[in-house]
């Protein structure tokens, strides 16, 4: 399921993605766009090669591309760069495999996968997070974050 089945959008850019450099670039990013989404994987380009997410323990092909939103919900209180660094945070463990990176996209959802994330098909590729934006975006996390700290 390429461009040509419905995951990518027909004009969907599939390479050369503009880069957020930093931090404060993703979140005015996020902030002057709606329906944002984070993908971690060797980008665009490759999601069209090889079709759809898997569920590798059920070995079952998701009808869309996983992703998680990037944009705060409207009940979040705190600064939108609080909750773009931690989103972008929870998912990094995703991108030390090599070659896979996190850039941005919207689509629409398909469904939802087994970790409840977003399926998405028709989607749009938007942006590259840089590796710096991405360090920003970990030490931000920590400094304003009681990571690992749960309800127990």
Known sequence: MGTEEGLF????KLSGLPELRDLDELVRFVREHSDILLRYSKGPKADAEHGPSRDYEAGVELPGLSATWVEPESWWPRAVEDWV????CKYAELGEAEGRYPWLLTGEVAGYGPDHEPLLVRVRPLAKISAEALEQAKDHYVRTFDVGKDST
Do not use: F, G, N, S
């Open 9 to 12: 959008e027909p004009d969907a």
């Open 85 to 88: 660094a931690r989103r972008v």
